[in-house]
């Protein structure tokens, strides 16, 4: 049975930054593709950011590009989120989710292409 934990969320000042954790576990991680979410109060699931199995590919929303970077760490079964430079639209409840097909040719920028969710971590700025 495929597991995400997040971790690492909390409160931040604006313009600090964070890193948020989300660790794998039920099957092969390696193989799959990851992606991170956020959602806030009030408003639909958006897409954050994703990275390929291997690495190799990443993809960004453009509301974080350039400030956040998507990471993974294949030999602990990881996958990460660094943000920098928060911003007061950024809080929000931050998911990692895994499809269910490995080595996906292209990386789901859309959350129906997921099926594997986390219980998410909070992030909250702060002005």
């Known amino acids: 049975q495929v597991q995400l934990v997040e971790s690492g969320g909390g409160l931040v000042q604006a313009g600090g930054s964070l890193r948020v954790s989300c660790a794998a576990s039920?099957?092969?991680?390696?193989?799959?593709?990851m992606g991170w979410f956020r959602q806030a109060p009030g408003k639909e699931r958006e897409f954050v950011a994703a990275i390929s199995w291997s690495g190799g590919s990443t993809h960004y929303a453009d509301s974080v590009k350039g400030r956040f970077t998507i990471s993974r760490d294949n030999a602990k079964n990881t996958v990460y989120l660094q943000m920098n430079s928060l911003k007061p639209e950024d809080p929000a409840v931050y998911y990692c989710a895994a499809p269910l097909a490995p080595r996906g040719p292209g990386i789901g920028v859309d959350k129906r292409q997921y099926n594997y969710w986390g219980q998410g971590t909070q992030v909250t700025v702060s002005s």
């Open positions: 039920g099957r092969t991680f390696s193989n799959y593709n």
